[in-house]
């Protein structure tokens, strides 16, 4: 549930404030339009969010993310009070606003994605059949299913992401977190790629699929530390 003090931020911001939510909220929109290009939702299903200070910039409620302009920037604080903007967020606010307020994100993506939300009716976690699964912190684990915008469904979120950055939702989707939108939105098209080879290497008749161990987990975990470029 978000309440209304619309306005009440952007008023007191210090211009290098409003240069920043500006800046975070056109990567956020470049970000769903993305969602949208890759396949990941359909039409306005899925949100993003990015969290600049103690406010969350969030994708509005029902609003085709190519029709999103620079003076359609949704906030709120984290306790729901809309602090920025007139459109209303997204029914998933509950579910976002619980990742904050439980671990360092920086940034948040949700989808529906096809292949990952597949896996979703099937397992109760995702087997770890690839190496990028240390990069989500473990096999990924299957949140039950509750209706979207609940705090049960954010309360099963939090559960299902313990010690992990990325979860499925049961006959629903995916959420990632990370320390910006470009790791979160990392994060969500390699989990819904591995749904996806793992549904594709299960579905052979009379084989099945080789997974890794914990201990091969825990060395590429290690391993990716060092991954990348430095500063």
Known sequence: MTYSRAGRAAEQAEPEEERERRAAWEALVATARRTVTDGLVVGTSGNVSVRVGDTVLVTPSGVPYDRLAPE?????????????????????????LAVYRATDARAVVHT?????????????????????????????????????????????VLDALSDRTGCLLQNHGTLTYGTCLDQAYDRTAQLEWMCRLWLTASSVPGRSPSLLTGEQLAEVAERLGGYGQRP
């Not at 359609?72 to 509950?94: A, H, N």
């Not at 976690?125 to 209706?147: D, N």
């Open 112 to 156: 529906h994605a096809v292949h990952a939300t597949a896996v979703s009716l099937l397992v109760p976690e995702l087997p770890p059949v690839h190496y990028m699964t240390a990069a989500l912190g473990g096999p990924v684990r299957v949140a039950p299913y509750a209706a979207y915008g609940t705090e049960e469904l954010a309360r099963h």
């Open 72 to 96: 359609d920037v949704t906030g709120v604080d984290l306790d729901g009070w809309q602090v920025l903007g007139t459109l209303v967020p997204t029914s998933e606010l509950p579910m976002h």
